[in-house]
């Protein structure tokens, strides 16, 4: 079974910038997908951007577009979510998530999840 430990939140200005890590402790199947997702306190948890692990396409929510990046490292078997441009509304705990089934922006097609880690923008 696959573990995700993410890693890289924390506090930062608004305009700055955050590079969040997730770390699988099992092999990712080039046929799955990885995604981060974040929720902040009385909202829903919401799709941020995912990764297929095999070929490394992309997808991202809109509101995060030309601010976010997702990478992964194969060799690491670890995903990546470099924040840029950051906005005090991006404030939220932030989950990684692996999906068997592959490219989904639907927090339920995701099986296994990290214990999320605390991004705060301030003003």
């Known amino acids: 079974q696959v573990r995700l430990v993410e890693s890289g939140g924390g506090l930062v200005q608004a305009g700055g910038s955050l590079r969040l890590s997730c770390a699988a402790s099992?092999?990712?199947?080039?046929?799955?997908?990885m995604g981060w997702f974040r929720q902040s306190p009385g909202k829903a948890r919401e799709f941020v951007a995912c990764?297929?692990?095999?070929?490394?396409?992309?997808y991202y929510a809109d509101s995060v577009k030309g601010r976010f990046t997702i990478s992964r490292s194969s060799a690491e078997s670890t995903v990546y979510l470099q924040m840029n441009a950051l906005k005090v509304e991006d404030t939220a705990v932030y989950y990684c998530?692996?999906?068997?089934?592959?490219?989904?922006?639907?927090?339920?097609?995701?099986?296994?999840w990290g214990q999320g880690t605390q991004v705060t923008v301030s003003t």
């Open positions: 099992g092999r990712i199947f080039s046929s799955a997908a």
């Open positions: 990764i297929r692990w095999g070929v490394g396409n992309t």
């Open positions: 998530a692996r999906s068997r089934g592959g490219y989904s922006t639907n927090a339920a097609e995701y099986d296994v």
